[in-house]
């Protein structure tokens, strides 16, 4: 199957930090996701690109589609302790109809 | 976003017995879900992916005998792991897609399953 590679794997930060972490694939996606995952429940989507090149804000959150479509970074502004977490990218391609999902990076924000 | 609901959010069961797991699409009809597994501090892994009125497809390695998966209407699929053994114990997730370019994916809260 197809590899994201996610990074950093981890990162401890202060309250009010900007955060970044990206996904990168030896394969182009059609389409690029973040979701971010609380112990014990579900991952939910935070942001959803479509096209090559595009950049998307939710709130903090910026995330960007890249250019060779093999990659996507986000970016967290001014982080807060209820960011803490684990975020994940994911990779859609029409072609398979399925989603990829990098190992994720957990977020620890200290206030 | 889109709701997905996932029953139960967790479950014991003894060895050797079945368990059956829900996943409902609350606001949206999802002619597509995919069902994940998820060991501590891991990725997701997708098992099989569910197509309403057809047979699921399922990932080199899972076994369709085991974790059998109905997708009858397009509000709800199923997982049912059979014969259930410690080692199927982990958390369970499932997801549906939603969206007019249908390439987003919308997840349920998960079920943790413990096989005693």
């Known amino acids: 199957g197809q590899q994201l590679n996610q990074s950093p794997q981890s990162m401890f930060i202060q309250e009010g930090e900007d955060v970044s972490m990206n996904c990168t694939s030896s394969?182009?996606?059609?389409?690029w996701l973040w979701y971010k995952q609380d112990p014990g429940e579900g991952p939910v989507l935070l942001i959803a690109?479509?096209?090559?090149?595009e950049l998307t804000s939710n709130g903090r959150l910026t995330a960007q589609f890249g250019i060779t479509r093999k990659d996507s970074f986000l970016n967290i502004s001014a982080s807060i302790p209820s960011d803490v977490g684990i975020y994940f990218c994911?990779?859609?391609?029409?072609?398979?109809?399925?989603?990829?999902f990098g190992s994720g990076t957990k977020l620890n924000v200290k206030p | 976003g889109a709701v997905v609901s996932q029953h139960p959010s967790r479950v014991i069961c003894k060895s050797g017995t079945s368990v059956k797991i829900e996943c409902r699409s609350l606001?949206?009809?999802?002619?597509?879900m995919f069902w994940y597994r998820q060991f501590p501090k891991q990725s997701l892994m997708l098992m099989a992916t569910?197509?309403?009125?057809?047979?699921?497809?399922?990932e080199q390695g899972v076994e369709k005998d085991k974790f059998l998966i109905n997708h009858a209407s397009l509000t709800l699929s199923t997982l049912t792991v059979t014969s259930a053994h410690p080692e199927d114990s982990s958390f369970y997730i499932c997801?549906?897609?939603?969206?007019?370019?249908?390439?987003?994916?919308?997840f349920g809260q998960g079920t943790r399953l413990t096989v005693v």
């Open positions: 606001d949206f009809q999802a002619t597509t």
């Open positions: 994911a990779g859609h391609t029409y072609n398979f109809n399925k989603f990829y």
């Open positions: 394969s182009i996606f059609n389409t």
């Open positions: 569910s197509n309403e009125g057809s047979k699921a497809t399922y």
């Open positions: 997801s549906a897609l939603e969206g007019s370019r249908n390439t987003e994916a919308f």
């Open positions: 690109l479509y096209k090559a090149g």
